[in-house]
């Protein structure tokens, strides 16, 4: 059922008025704010298409579906919270070196914050990813496999992002992972509420930026003669790959796919508009394995709701309510991001600027 015209406008001036931070991004010359639109497709982009509907799509019974589970805690100006160390996981014994912060780094973790798909500070690492995502002025820290136990966090990893930096093509490093299995930032990927309200009142709006989204390791490529352990690779933006197992014609880790320019909006409401048109201009990037296509931020700290918007965890699902187009992977194209790589899991990585800590814009690496 499509919003009444006149709802939309409140959405804006509720996500305007509350107070809530802008979603989390990086500069305009970021590569997730490339415009793909009309970027070349890979050569290879219907066969690899083919492939992966072949052996089942999305997940979750070829159906895109949208999980809500993130939450993403933003300190406002002068804000401050207790900050605790990070130790490696308590119940697997593990840690990502040298691809995740050292042992013994801090995060800011306020005390209204929250692990994915809880409303506190514990999570079940044996049920969930338990990411855990704080920003602190430009700096984005993300949490992954955590918890949050006598004032120690454990964790499989602590990926700290600056906000300002425009990364090189390798981001925090060649083979290494992050707190997304393809080493890529997960917070700026997200669609926010409140920033499809505001996208809702432009005039054919979008959110600028690519979407982060999933697919089950079996549908994602892999080849051994490429030579990576166990056949595993990426394509960029990515810097890793989890455990892709699927056939090497199918689409690889990282890959940026785009939504076609025709595809069919009848339908559909104003704010998932905005989604669709976003895809079809920035596209989605292959970030992590699972069953899940979707990950969008939650609404616990954003003025908007998805349910004011009315973008349900279904929304893009086949026969969802019957009155539009369902999204399927076949609507998609592989935009041409250059060779695979074969995955070796010996990060590098990118090396700090003493006298800044982090890059800058324009660093060419």
């Excluded at 338990?130 to 920003?135: P, T």
């Excluded at 785009?258 to 048109?277: E, H, K, P, T």
Aim: glycine content about 10%.
């Amino acid at each position: 059922m499509r919003h009444a015209s006149y709802a939309l406008p409140v959405l804006l001036l509720v996500a305007l008025t509350s107070g809530a931070a802008p979603a989390p991004r990086f500069p305009s010359a970021a590569v997730w704010h490339q415009d793909i639109s009309t970027a070349a497709t890979h050569p290879d982009s219907t066969d690899m298409i083919a492939t992966l509907a072949k052996v089942g799509g999305w997940g979750n019974s070829n159906r895109m579906q949208i999980d809500f589970s993130l939450h993403v805690r933003q300190l406002a100006p002068g804000e401050s919270a207790p900050r605790h160390p990070v130790i490696a996981h308590r119940i697997y014994g593990d840690y990502y070196l040298p691809d995740c912060e050292p042992l013994g780094s801090t995060m800011p973790v306020p005390v209204d914050a929250a692990f994915e798909g809880n409303t506190g500070l514990a999570c079940d690492n044996a049920a969930a990813d338990c990411h855990l995502i704080v920003v602190e002025g430009q700096i984005l820290y993300e949490l992954y496999a955590g918890n949050l136990q006598d004032g120690v966090l454990d964790a499989m990893c602590l990926a700290v992002w600056d906000l300002a930096t425009v990364y090189p093509q390798q981001g925090r490093g060649e083979h290494c992972t992050s707190a997304d299995a393809a080493g890529f930032p997960v917070a700026p990927l997200l669609p926010n509420a409140d920033g499809v309200a505001a996208a809702v009142a432009q005039p054919d709006g979008d959110l600028g930026h690519a979407i982060r989204f999933i697919l089950p390791n079996n549908r994602m490529a892999s080849d051994a003669p490429l030579g990576g352990v166990g056949g595993r690779l990426y394509v960029r933006p990515a810097s890793h790959a989890g455990g892709p197992s699927g056939p090497v014609g199918s689409v690889p880790y990282g890959a940026r796919l785009r939504l076609r320019a025709d595809f069919d909006m009848s339908g559909y409401n104003d704010a998932a508009r905005v989604i669709l048109r976003t895809m079809q201009r920035y596209g989605i990037v292959l970030a992590d394995g699972g069953n899940i296509a979707l990950t969008f931020e939650s609404d616990r700290h954003t003025g908007t709701t998805w349910a004011a918007l009315g973008i349900t965890s279904h929304v893009f699902w086949s026969g969802s309510d019957g009155n539009h187009s369902p999204v399927r992977v076949t609507d998609f194209s592989v935009i041409d991001t250059g060779p695979r790589i074969a995955e070796t899991y010996d990060c590098v990585r990118t090396p700090i600027v003493p006298e800044q800590g982090l890059f800058r814009d324009g660093f060419e690496g």
